[in-house]
């Protein structure tokens, strides 16, 4: 029912930067824990990273490049991705995860973007 649309990907040279966007729509949900992971050709979908509270876990490839922003107002989560490398080549799907309020008993969810094409080339 929550659902994720990510934007700002695209085409970028190494050592240069991107910013991807993801914002969540639904009925009556709150999330707890938002953030971004990516999947290459041939690898296993991994974290980039991830938010819950006022703290943030970053994969340790990406840590000292990238950062993680958010406003829980809008159900909105940010990537600012700085000095990308040919290795950061990937899908990037938006995560979240959090609970409905609409039902009687209250139920988790789990929901993933569609994802949106990073390429980091010369």
């Known amino acids: 029912q929550v659902q994720l649309v990510e934007s700002g990907g695209g085409l970028v040279q190494p050592g240069g930067s991107l910013r991807l966007s993801c914002a969540a729509s639904g009925n009556r949900f709150s999330i707890n824990t938002m953030g971004w992971y990516r999947q290459a050709p041939g690898k296993e979908r991994e974290l980039v990273a991830i938010t819950v509270g006022g703290s943030a876990n970053y994969g340790d490839s990406v840590k000292g490049r990238f950062t993680v922003s958010r406003d829980n107002a809008k159900n909105t989560v940010w990537l600012q991705m700085d000095s990308l490398e040919p290795e950061d080549t990937a899908v990037y799907y938006c995560?979240?995860?959090?609970?409905?309020?609409?039902?009687?008993?209250?139920?988790?969810?789990?929901?993933w973007g569609p994802g949106t094409q990073v390429t980091v080339s010369s």
């Open positions: 995560y979240a995860a959090g609970y409905y309020k609409n039902l009687p008993s209250i139920r988790s969810f789990t929901s």
